[in-house]
């Protein structure tokens, strides 16, 4: 199986800049699909209450939520498994749990895995 860990979270001024690190381990053979979302701490654990931030495809194609354009980028590094967010120019508004996924190959007769990560606080200070 696969298993994603978020890191990078913490409390910054607004103005300021975080970058998160997503880590897969375990049986990847590619990555097809990897994303952020994020949501509001002490809302239900509901994955399909989570806010799409950025998406981007194994053809590194890239999708982002309007209010985070030209302010974030996601990126990765297939030689590391590690996908990425910099966030740059943060706002109080930005304050929430992040969690990655990822839709992922892992083997070579094209089975999947898609799944979560545990989430990353970040805070933003007015």
């Known amino acids: 199986q696969v298993q994603l860990v978020e890191s990078g979270g913490g409390l910054v001024q607004a103005g300021g800049s975080l970058r998160l690190s997503c880590a897969a381990s375990g049986s990847i053979f590619s990555f097809n699909e990897m994303g952020w979302y994020r949501q509001a701490p002490g809302m239900p654990r509901d994955v399909a209450a989570r806010?799409?931030?950025?998406?981007?495809?194994?053809?590194?194609?890239?999708n982002y939520a309007e209010s985070v354009k030209g302010r974030f980028t996601i990126s990765g590094d297939n030689t590391k498994n590690t996908f990425y967010l910099q966030m740059n120019s943060l706002k109080p508004e930005d304050t929430d749990i992040y969690y990655c996924?990822?839709?992922?190959?892992?083997?070579?007769?094209?089975?999947?895995?898609?799944?979560w990560g545990q989430g990353t606080q970040v805070t933003v200070s007015s």
């Open positions: 806010e799409l931030v950025a998406t981007i495809t194994s053809g590194s194609d890239t």
């Open positions: 996924n990822a839709l992922i190959t892992t083997d070579v007769y094209g089975s999947t895995w898609y799944g």
